[in-house]
């Protein structure tokens, strides 16, 4: 049962340009989210996080806002630049007995090209 | 600071084997989190670890195990290797914050096992 889903598997933006992905969950019990890069062969690092009681949180290029109503969160990085290629996790944690547990997303592949 | 370390980073077993694999979480870190990475699964939770005691596991065989020492350092083992066993397995750690608030996770780069 897939709580978390990232139903675009891919993204290609300019550099420069605006990008924006796309987390949608399912678990009104999560209360709080993170978003994750990831190149091959290397573990996920860690972007931004946000909690529920927030609807936006910024930190440089990126930007997280949630909207818990449609159970929708998403991920701006402005401007893209050619290292934000990668893979891009939103992952959600906060359900009743969940310690250590992160739900994942399926990722974003990330494109920036020139 | 250091980050999470994780050894060995890359391993090759046949089916029947077993295999350890071993976690260094950053310092101060009390929570270690396992996770399986494969093409068809995505990110998978296997269990957590906080001072020696799991607390939580996920949907895995019993063949999955794991155990985590007095410096918070943490090994995952799997008994009797099968082919679909070959993923990446990442280890994070987080400082667990008091009262069940939740907390960052920070992964380390993982350990590529290959099962033949």
């Known amino acids: 049962d897939q709580q978390v889903k990232q139903n675009s598997p891919s993204l290609s ?18 209360d709080y989210f993170l978003w994750y890069k990831k190149y ?30 449609a159970k929708h969160l998403s991920l701006h990085i402005v401007p893209s630049q050619p290292g934000d290629s990668a893979v891009y996790f939103c992952a959600a944690s906060g359900e009743t007995d969940s310690w250590g547990k992160l739900q994942f997303g399926a990722g974003t592949q990330v494109v920036v090209t020139p | 600071k250091a980050g999470v ?6 391993l090759i077993k046949t089916r029947g084997q077993q295999v350890t694999l071993s976690c260094s979480p ?10 399986q990475q494969t093409p068809g699964q995505g990110l998978q939770f296997l269990f957590e670890y906080f001072s020696e005691t799991q607390r939580n ?24 290797l099968e082919l679909g066993d070959s993923a ?6 987080s400082r667990s914050l008091a009262g069940g608030v939740t907390d960052t996770q920070y992964f380390g780069p993982g350990t590529r096992l290959t099962v033949l």
């Open chain 1, 40 to 69: 091959p062969a290397e573990g996920p690092t860690f972007l931004i996080s946000i909690s529920s009681i927030k609807d936006k949180n910024e930190d440089g290029r990126f930007t997280v806002f949630l909207n818990k109503s």
């Open chain 2, 5 to 10: 370390t994780q050894t060995p980073r890359y």
């Open chain 2, 57 to 80: 596991k996920g949907n895995f065989p019993g063949r999955f195990s794991g155990r985590q020492f007095s410096n918070s350092r943490s090994e995952m083992n799997v008994s009797t």
């Open chain 1, 13 to 30: 933006v300019q550099e420069g340009r605006i990008s924006i992905l796309n987390c949608d969950y399912t678990n009104s019990m999560f």
């Open chain 2, 88 to 93: 990446l397995y990442l280890c994070a750690s």
């Open chain 2, 26 to 35: 950053i310092s101060g870190h009390r929570s270690v989190s396992w996770y």
